[in-house]
């Protein structure tokens, strides 16, 4: 089967899943999750808390949507392939996010639904997702942070990844289902290095920023 390989460079290659030598790949896109969510107990209400990683301003399609945005206005393509890569991994952690939603609300009656929070939702939506935050709020694009400067655009990601880490780590406080802990780890991790990686990319676009104001 066909699959589509997400490059580091921010570039697209259709191959039969196989990636050349040497080549680096940051993530690859294979018509599979990127971590497996196999969640056997329904539980509408911890659906409610995840909710927020789904459309809420911490959250995965947030994310996405910022880093895909701030990407042209990076400098090089240095920033512009980081931007891109970890942008279209937060799209994958959506998928994630979207598959866990799916399988704790999946059969639930309007009953357990209404009795979760979920009784407005149902009532527009049936068990659709629809994304919003843990309140219900709609997600909404003042949720996406630009501002012209790469530096702060930059910094404003680092604080997006330390937001998001934290919510991992609150929502793995309200529950000890390990079909629904062993994802909410994998997505605190991948949080923990998109910040490192954020980090690096503005130190090195600060130390030459000082270099050329010296020269």
């Not at 599979?32 to 969510?37: A, G, M």
């Not at 939603?101 to 629809?130: H, I, S, V």
């Not at 991948?190 to 690096?200: A, L």
């Amino acid at each position: 089967m066909p699959v589509l390989h997400i490059l580091g460079h921010g570039m697209i290659h259709h191959g039969l899943g196989k990636i050349n030598k040497g080549e680096n790949i940051m993530w690859k896109y294979e018509k599979k999750l990127q971590y497996p969510v196999n969640i056997k107990k329904k539980d509408p209400k911890l659906a409610k808390y995840i909710l927020t990683q789904y459309g809420g301003p911490a959250g995965e399609l947030a994310a996405a949507w910022q880093y895909l945005d701030q990407r042209y206005n990076m400098p090089d393509d240095r920033g512009k392939a980081l931007l891109t890569d970890i942008g279209t991994e937060e799209l994958a952690h959506v998928e994630i996010i979207s598959t866990m939603l799916y399988q704790l609300t999946k059969d639930a009656t309007p009953e357990e639904m209404k009795a979760a929070g979920f009784g407005e939702q149902y009532a527009q939506f049936g068990n659709d997702l629809f994304p919003s935050d843990s309140f219900g709020n709609p997600f909404t694009m003042a949720y996406i942070k630009v501002s012209g400067d790469y530096i702060a655009d930059i910094e404003s990601n680092m604080g997006a990844e330390q937001r998001a880490r934290a919510t991992y780590e609150h929502l793995m406080d309200l529950t000890n289902d390990p079909d629904v802990l062993a994802p909410l780890a994998f997505l605190r991790e991948r949080e923990i290095v998109h910040y490192q990686r954020f980090k690096e990319l503005r130190n090195y676009y600060l130390k030459n920023k000082i270099e050329a104001e010296k020269n």
